[in-house]
């Protein structure tokens, strides 16, 4: 008994000590789960300090190549406070030192002579040939932004914008050239040079048409039948399409500059502004220093650990496409609006000229209806009479009279019935007498439901027919009205087209 009991004992402890041991290697495993996250958090905060601190190491080196470059430095501050002042209509600040070669000087210099309506012919020429894309560029935007859009050069435009690339893309440069000119910042022959330069790069095959479409709505027109569909869907697109071009181009906000153009230059701007761009040009540094200056802006984001891209001229703004499709659909923005749809024009108006013609179609001489397997023929005078009976014995046809398949169950419950009763119950027992009038019954019963079902059949044949009859009437009455409404449908076909016409032609596009 005692050898019993010790052993039991012995065994208690033991799964004890058990327990006590999966619990420990529980925790053992929860906390060295603990400490690999702990030690990943920590060494990926240790690699962002180290990668900070290299940073700082090399930005401290770098800045000491900047000193160099303290007159240009001062050129560039010099050149924001001066567009600042020019913006608030306040005192320009005094010229620093100057800095040859750098364009940004007599870029600055032209500026101030053309705002004050005094051109430094002098000035300007030399700043184009120190960098006659860059000094195109800040004149142009510069100007648009102090509402100077007369002072603004068509060669500058030319030279700033370029031509973009052969797969459509665009620089920032190059939309903000865009947008700016869409806004009036610039003439409108300087805008005829940035429409024309961008509709070399639009696709033929954009689908403009249905882009355009989407912008426009239209009452609902009277719809013909399966011979007229074509023609009612392209009358009615051709009306949508009207309706968007009409709610482009009578924008009246889209006829004077945008005010946006002279916003506050004190307030941050939008990365894609002509305000922002002007700040990311001046800031671009001379030749010598512009590879320094990105180096820096890229150490300075590591060391804050904000993203490592830094912002350049020729950072890609998408393709032409895109944005003209982001464009079109944009009604808030009726400048780029209406810009867009100068471009899309010389692609859209062949549509529009081959969808009038289809909504032109003279209408058919007859259309049909359908019903199963029939078809009836309507014309102006009404359905083909001899055709709608075939179709109507069709439906008719397939509902008769009981047929003996069908009265073979109702009439073998009597027969067993009659059988079981007058056989079985007079002869053997009465309770077969019972069961016979059962399978009457049973017999009575099916007979019955077979006869409601067809009486059933033959009511919605009937139904199918009237139906049938209303359809061919409405039908041809639709038909008539279409034919009757001809000379009402083609005349407002033409004037859509003639309206089209007028609005969609490059020579007589709004200009904006």
């Known amino acids: 008994m005692s050898d019993w009991w010790t052993e039991r004992r012995q065994n208690q402890q033991l799964s004890d000590l058990q327990s006590e041991m999966s619990y420990a290697r529980s925790e053992a495993s929860s906390l060295r789960s603990q400490l690999s996250r702990v030690q990943g958090s920590l060494q ?26 303290l007159d240009a430095a001062e050129l560039r501050r010099y050149a924001a406070r001066v567009l600042s002042a020019m913006a608030a209509g306040a005192e320009l600040p005094t010229p620093g030192r100057p800095v040859p070669q750098y364009w940004l000087e007599p870029a600055v210099v032209a500026l101030v002579s053309l705002h004050s309506g005094t051109p430094d012919e002098e000035a300007v020429s030399t700043a184009i040939k120190l960098d006659e894309r860059r000094t195109s560029t800040f004149l142009a935007l510069a100007l648009a932004a102090l509402g100077q859009r007369h002072q603004v050069r068509n060669e500058w435009i030319d030279a700033a914008f370029g031509v973009p690339s052969d797969d459509g893309s665009l620089t920032r440069v190059q939309r903000v050239l865009w947008t700016t000119a869409a806004r009036g910042g610039f003439s409108a022959e300087s805008l005829d040079l940035v429409v024309q330069r961008l509709q070399a790069a639009v696709s033929t095959d954009g689908a403009w048409l249905t882009r355009l479409e989407s912008r426009g709505s239209t009452t609902a027109r009277p719809r013909g039948l399966k011979g007229t569909e074509r023609q009612d869907d392209a009358w009615m697109r051709l009306s949508r399409v009207r309706d968007a071009v009409d709610s482009i181009v009578g924008n009246t906000e889209a006829r004077e500059p945008d005010p946006s153009l002279t916003a506050d230059t004190t307030t941050e701007p939008d990365k894609n502004s002509t305000a922002a761009l002007l700040r990311l040009l001046i800031s671009e540094g001379s030749e010598p220093e512009r590879e320094t200056l990105a180096r820096i802006a890229v150490l300075r984001s590591r060391v804050t650990n904000g993203a490592e891209s830094v912002e350049t001229l020729s950072d890609s703004a998408g393709k032409v496409d895109a944005l003209l499709a982001d464009d079109l659909a944009m009604a808030a923005e009726p400048h780029l609006a209406a810009t867009a749809l100068r471009m899309i024009s010389p692609s859209v108006l062949p549509a529009v000229e081959s969808l009038a013609q289809i909504a032109d179609q003279p209408g058919p001489s007859e259309v049909s209806v359908d019903s199963g397997s029939q078809t009836v023929t309507i014309r102006k005078d009404g359905p083909d009479q001899l055709q709608l009976a075939a179709a109507a014995a069709a439906i008719t046809s397939r509902v008769g009279g009981p047929t003996a398949g069908q009265l073979a169950v109702p009439i073998g419950f009597l ?74 449908r083609r005349e407002s076909i033409t004037t859509d087209l003639t309206h089209l016409r007028t609005q969609l032609t490059p020579s007589t596009a709004p200009a904006t």
Not at 50 to 64: G, I, M, N, P, T
Request: aromatic residues 10%.
């Open 44 to 69: 990926s905060r240790v690699d962002s300090m180290s990668r900070a601190f290299d940073a700082f190491v090399e930005l401290s080196d770098l800045r000491q190549e900047t000193v160099a470059f």
């Open 415 to 488: 027969g067993a019935g009659v059988l079981v009763a007058v056989g079985l119950g007079l002869l053997v027992h009465w309770f077969w007498i019972v069961v016979g009038l059962a399978l009457i019954g049973i017999g009575l019963n099916s007979y019955w439901k077979l006869r409601t079902n067809l009486a059933a059949d033959r009511a919605r044949t009937e139904g199918e027919v009237t139906n049938l009859n209303d359809r061919c009437t409405t039908a041809t009455t639709t038909f008539t009205t279409y034919l009757n409404n001809t000379p009402t």
